[in-house]
């Protein structure tokens, strides 16, 4: 850490202006690169969306000391923001603190990562060569060294599509302008959904919100059908703990959803797998597999995904990195976060040793290190960037002392607040802080 080329951090959103606010605190210099005309651009995507947790867990620790020292006030602990409410009150204050705005690219997306005059096949004093960072600003690339990358670019831009066997077809792509992926802001976007066929493909709680935001506009356009296609064996699996569950608003969404499908207000088809969209006229048909039985769908106006994210690693080929064959995920994080085994509660605490990656001095964090998995919450991603920062800048010790607070129901996200009917998201979503587990080293199953 010798070198007085900044540390390169990739993303202005909640993640990487952690990053930032942490590395302030230890006086090293570092550039952050956003794609988005603002910080947490892709926070506002779902800026409609209301968050799971309280303002108290969405800030990190670190951009907190530095927001009060420029006498900024705080949101209301117990509130939950929407995703416009975090970067309003939070993300944009902090980006326009002095230490921060003069490190902060805007309009400045990586397209490559590579180290100087070496490719990824060479050995030779490659540990020592800085990193060329590849950037395109306004119409030219711009070359920008470092000694240091932290990838906090998350997944938003890259969702996964219909097709239950993750496969991006040439006809999905072809009928984009009548899909949409993650949450819509039905309200602002009525007329597209008005008095239309819509079918909403994924079980998570992207799927739930959007189908009773759907439901309401049938109230006022009773000639919206919706088919829901998730493929679950049973429906009754996406209900959750309702009135017995520790976390009231989770339990609020489910009794909501279930009341929702036995009005007969909504088509569950399920377990459904696609297997095919196909566009005929100005409408699209699904093909696909009901159990065992082939079953098509036709005459389908609009489609809401809401089947997840995948991390863009496309621009990091000439860099090494080690991701899982599964999960996509950092490699060391896999068994930790595997949906499969896990949910957001039972994640286990991590930090710098298991981000570390096969090339020297370069971290992918935040939401990007979770690859496919959908149980990252905000406070994972300030933790991990703790760790980074404080084992570059030599506290070895901190960098192992890893302190993740985590809900006990293992609750990802909800759609409800209470006593409001606004909707939430998991998206780079944070959960109610329940337990604080305070581990040095981690493993699966302890």
């Not at 569950?245 to 459904?272: F, M």
């Not at 337990?435 to 199953?445: F, L, M, N, P, Y």
Request: proline letters at 5%; a negative charge.
């Amino acid at each position: 850490m010798n070198s007085q080329l900044p540390i390169a951090i990739i993303g202005g959103g909640p993640v990487g202006l952690a990053a930032a606010a942490h590395l302030i605190r230890k006086g090293e210099k570092f550039i952050i690169l956003e794609s988005g005309n603002q910080v947490g651009a892709s926070v506002l995507e779902w800026g409609h969306v209301r968050m799971f947790s309280p303002w108290q867990y969405n800030i990190d620790q670190a951009a907190r000391e530095l927001l009060e020292k420029s006498g900024w006030q705080s949101p209301n602990g117990p509130e939950i923001p929407t995703g416009n409410d975090l970067v309003t009150q939070y993300l944009l204050p902090l980006s326009e603190l002095t230490e921060i705005k003069e490190s902060l690219l805007l309009n400045s997306k990586v397209v490559g990562v590579t180290r100087k005059s070496i490719d990824k096949l060479k050995n030779t004093k490659r540990e020592t060569a800085p990193f060329q960072l590849y950037v395109e600003v306004e119409h030219e690339t711009r070359v920008v060294e470092a000694k240091v990358v932290i990838d906090a670019s998350g997944t938003w831009t890259q969702p996964n599509p219909a097709l239950s066997n993750g496969l991006w077809t040439k006809a999905e792509q072809e009928l984009q302008d009548k899909i949409y992926y993650g949450i819509p802001n039905i309200p602002d976007m009525k007329e597209r959904y008005a008095n239309k066929k819509v079918m909403i493909i994924g079980s998570g709680h992207s799927a739930i919100n959007a189908l009773l935001d759907i439901a309401s506009l049938k109230d006022n356009y009773p000639n919206t059908t919706i088919y829901w296609v998730l493929r679950k064996t049973h429906v009754a699996s996406v209900y959750g703990g309702q009135e017995n569950d520790q976390l009231p608003a989770r339990g609020e969404l489910g009794i909501r959803i279930e009341k929702l499908v036995e009005s007969g207000t909504v088509e569950v088809i399920t377990p459904y797998y696609v297997q095919q969209l196909k566009p005929v006229g100005e409408q699209i048909q699904i093909i696909g597999h009901l159990g065992q039985e082939e079953k098509v769908i036709s005459n389908i106006d609009e489609l809401i995904v809401s089947t997840g994210f995948r991390p863009d690693t496309s621009f990091l080929g000439e860099v090494r990195i080690q991701l899982d064959e599964a999960v996509e995920s950092v490699k060391e994080l896999a068994p930790l976060i595997d949906p499969n085994l896990h949910s957001c509660g039972t994640v286990r605490p991590h930090g710098e040793a298991e981000l570390r990656q096969p090339e020297k001095d370069f971290y992918i964090v935040g939401m990007k290190s979770y690859g496919r998995a959908p149980t990252f919450l905000l406070a994972t991603g300030y933790e991990q960037v703790r760790s980074v920062v404080a084992y570059l800048t030599g506290d070895l010790e901190g960098a192992k002392e890893v302190h993740l607070n985590l809900p006990e129901t293992g609750v990802c996200s909800t759609g409800i607040t209470p006593n409001s009917t606004t909707n939430s998201c998991c998206g780079t979503g944070v959960a109610e802080m329940k337990v604080e587990i305070k581990h040095t080293k981690t493993c699966c199953g302890s």
